[in-house]
T-cell receptor, first 114, second 112 residues
Framework: ETGVTQSPTHLIKTRGQQVTLRCSSQ?????VSWYQQALGQGPQFIFQ???????GRGNFPPRFSGLQFPNYSSELNVNALELDDSALYLC?????????????FGPGTRLTVT | QQQVKQSPQSLIVQKGGISIINCAYENTAFDYFPWYQQFPGKGPALLIA?????SEKKEGRFTISFNKSAKQFSLHIMDSQPGDSATYFC???????????FGGGTRVLVKP
């Protein structure tokens, strides 16, 4: 069984640019959540996708957007990057026919905005 | 508003000792409380979790104690090993929405 994978591992962007991060959920998992983890802090919920529909959103501006594909993989897009967007972006997937409590995280994408 | 408060921010324990991390929550709608372990450069890994209908859950050297009336829960790491050196996060969630609300993390260092 393959775990949650994310790409790329690291990324450096300039303020104002746009970025797309990718996540492949664990086999059989149809729910994907994205989190932002600033250095030295706990992850903060960005949004969740269930069966290709957004299923909840945290306190993040609209320039953070996402997609989920029929194979349950997902993308996180961030427009107009700001310096404060520098963080580890984590994807987590959940098993089952409906959203479940357990969430399994990928290794993350380290985004640096200069 | 920080809904889950975690303490201490860091702790040092000798090999074989007990590490204790505490968390307090505010939202009484939370009904699932997991703990995650994170090593540098890695994503958080689910360690152990508890529902509020039980007061304690043990898995190997890891034990969660839960006090519903006080809205507090804690992680005990028994017989701490150098390989346990990591950052630990408590979290909470409720059935609807399913987003995890994390504490600020505790950096644990186990000295050999």
């Amino acid at each position: 069984e393959t775990g949650v994978t994310q790409s790329p591992t690291h990324l450096i962007k300039t303020r104002g640019q746009q970025v797309t991060l990718r996540c492949s959920s664990q086999s059989g998992h149809n729910t994907v959540s994205w989190y932002q983890q600033a250095l030295g802090q706990g992850p903060q919920f960005i949004f969740q996708y269930y069966r290709e529909e957004e299923n909840g959103r945290g306190n993040f501006p609209p320039r953070f957007s996402g997609l989920q594909f029929p194979n349950y993989s997902s993308e996180l897009n961030v427009n107009a990057l700001e310096l404060d967007d520098s963080a580890l972006y984590l994807c987590a997937s959940s098993p089952g026919a409906s959203p479940s409590y357990e969430q399994y995280f990928g290794p993350g994408t380290r985004l640096t905005v200069t | 508003q920080q809904q889950v408060k975690q303490s201490p921010q860091s702790l040092i324990v000798q090999k074989g000792g007990i590490s204790i991390i505490n968390c307090a929550y505010e939202n009484t709608a939370f009904d699932y409380f997991p703990w995650y372990q994170q090593f540098p450069g890695k994503g958080p890994a689910l360690l152990i979790a508890i529902r509020p209908d039980v007061s304690e859950k043990k898995e190997g050297r890891f034990t969660i104690s839960f006090n519903k009336s006080a809205k507090q829960f804690s992680l005990h790491i028994m017989d701490s090993q150098p390989g346990d050196s990591a950052t630990y996060f408590c979290a909470a969630t409720k059935a609807a929405g399913n987003k995890l609300t994390f504490g600020g993390g505790t950096r644990v260092l186990v000295k050999p």
